[in-house]
């Protein structure tokens, strides 16, 4: 009976079953190795700020976030970490971003970096959001 892999999941490897054969499951702890060390390696990739924003360009020419009438615009976007991969969004208003429209981005990403099994985090920020950090320091 074939398993039902969350949504989440979709994008990362499926460890295979063990087989039966122990000379077999040394080939499948080599290859589950091989893959830990692949994904390792995606999650640590860094992008240039430029790499980043022809990305987030090309993204938004095909497809503009927007919410309730209303358009919101992305600045620019950066990478602020690695494991994950985690890229800070500087755009007009948060509020108008919906889910989908980070979905769509987040597998943008995925198909033109270097970030294709990994989970990627992306934090929006607004002048808004950027106002009360300031007061906090």
Known sequence: EPRVR????????????????????RAAADDLIDVARD???QGQQRVSTGDLNQVLERA???RQPS????????KYATQAEVSP?????????KRHIGKDWLRYLTNRLREELPFHE????????????????AAQE
Do not use: H, M, Q
Not at 10 to 17: C, N, V
Not at 67 to 74: F, I, M, P, Q, T
């Open 118 to 133: 990994v989970p990627l985090r992306i934090v929006l920020k607004d002048p808004k959001t950027l106002s009360e950090e």
């Open 67 to 74: 919410s309730k009438g209303y358009r919101a615009r992305v």
């Open 85 to 93: 991969p985690t890229f800070v969004l500087f755009v007009n208003d």
């Open 39 to 41: 994904l390792f390696e």
């Open 6 to 25: 969350p949504p989440a999941l979709a994008a990362t490897p499926s460890p295979l079953s063990p087989p039966a054969e122990p000379r077999l499951r």
């Open 60 to 62: 938004l020419e095909a």
